[in-house]
């Protein structure tokens, strides 16, 4: 199993920056991926970044490229979310996922085994 835990959510205003921490413990992630999604109120959950493990390769959504970077420190078993110039249609939940293995289809949450437990960031305009 790979446990997940997020944390660096909060309020801020429109326009401001936040840095969000997923945390993994337990089995390796090996040659795997470590992927952000976030799920608004009445909406599908969605894919925002996603890193590989050991080659770093990045993938972002439309919607957040050139404001949002995803980073990785493979000692501290980290990944980061960098959000910048935050937008108030970037409220959601933030969940941190992973697999073991790198799915074909980046951005489908159901490629992802594992999952933290969310953490809110609210951006007010």
């Known amino acids: 199993q790979v446990q997940l835990v997020e944390s660096g959510g909060g309020l801020v205003q429109a326009g401001g920056s936040l840095r969000l921490s997923c945390t993994t413990s337990?089995?390796?992630?090996?040659?795997?991926?470590v992927g952000w999604f976030r799920q608004a109120p009445g909406k599908e959950r969605e894919f925002v970044a996603a890193i590989t493990w050991i080659t770093s390769n990045t993938y972002y959504a439309d919607s957040v490229k050139d404001r949002f970077t995803i980073s990785r420190d493979n000692a501290k078993n980290t990944v980061y979310l960098q959000m910048n110039n935050l937008k108030p249609e970037d409220t959601a939940v933030y969940y941190c996922?992973?697999?073991?293995?790198?799915?074909?289809?980046?951005?489908?949450?159901?490629?992802?085994?594992?999952w933290g437990q969310g953490t809110q960031v609210t951006v007010s305009s």
């Open positions: 996922a992973a697999d073991r293995v790198i799915p074909t289809m980046i951005r489908l949450p159901t490629n992802y085994h594992y």
């Open positions: 337990g089995r390796t992630l090996s040659s795997g991926i």
